[in-house]
T-cell receptor, first 115, second 117 residues
Framework: DAGVTQSPTHLIKTRGQHVTLRCSPI?????VSWYQQVLGQGPQFIFQ???????GRGNFPDRFSARQFPNYSSELNVNALLLGDSALYLCASSPGTGSRGEKLFFGSGTQLSVL | GQQLNQSPQSMFIQEGEDVSMNCTSSSIFNTWLWYKQDPGEGPVLLIALYKAGELTSNGRLTAQFGITRKDSFLNISASIPSDVGIYFCAGRLGNNAGGTSYGKLTFGQGTILTVHP
């Protein structure tokens, strides 16, 4: 079975541009979460989506937005890119039952470089 | 916001040695998880802990959920070269779909493990 897939794997943008990152969750998983990982740090929570609704948002500016589609895949959009947005963007999927045993499974990420 | 302090930041050990790392929080968590991340990859779940005092093993890995619910520990016994990587602890506050986001994990800064053959 396929795990969490993210595209593209690498991306180079310039300041001020816009970027869209994509994620396909594990088959059967209904929840997708997005994380930003800056080099040398642990991942930071950005968003969680479940059944196409936003269920949680981290401390990120409004330049960051996301959505989830009927097939449970998701997009993360970042507008007006800044140099500090350079990071590994991770997508994690989970069944979405909200049970105590909910486990998050991560994709390999999209490495975004902003020049 | 919640912060997790993970220590040590890095470890250099000889193959065969045991490893211990820990994570402490200023807040109480309902779930603790330990992940390993290799270069260029996403974190891979190693162990999940769900109640205070719980001790769980996964092969040579053993993790414990602290009694105070503010800390967790990971031990690796008889290390091997493939144990090399970055180990992250992560805590989750919520455990229900209607309330706090259960997709939100708070991660520590990571422990970089190097194993010399």
């Amino acid at each position: 079975d396929a795990g969490v897939t993210q595209s593209p794997t690498h991306l180079i943008k310039t300041r001020g541009q816009h970027v869209t990152l994509r994620c396909s969750p594990i088959s059967g998983h209904k929840s997708v979460s997005w994380y930003q990982q800056v080099l040398g740090q642990g991942p930071q929570f950005i968003f969680q989506y479940y059944e196409k609704e936003e269920r949680g948002r981290g401390n990120f500016p409004d330049r960051f937005s996301a959505r989830q589609f009927p097939n449970y895949s998701s997009e993360l959009n970042v507008n007006a890119l800044l140099l500090g947005d350079s990071a590994l963007y991770l997508c994690a999927s989970s069944p979405g039952t909200g049970s105590r045993g909910e486990k998050l499974f991560f994709g390999s990420g999209t490495q975004l470089s902003v020049l | 916001g919640q912060q997790l302090n993970q220590s040590p930041q890095s470890m250099f050990i000889q193959e065969g040695e045991d490893v211990s790392m820990n994570c402490t929080s200023s807040s109480i968590f309902n779930t603790w998880l330990w992940y390993k991340q290799d270069p260029g990859e996403g974190p891979v779940l190693l162990i999940a802990l769900y109640k205070a005092g719980e001790l769980t093993s996964n092969g040579r890995l053993t993790a414990q959920f602290g009694i105070t619910r503010k800390d967790s520990f990971l031990n690796i016994s008889a290390s091997i070269p493939s144990d090399v990587g970055i180990y992250f602890c992560a805590g989750r506050l919520g455990n229900n779909a209607g309330g706090t986001s259960y997709g939100k994990l708070t991660f520590g800064q990571g422990t970089i493990l190097t194993v010399h053959p």
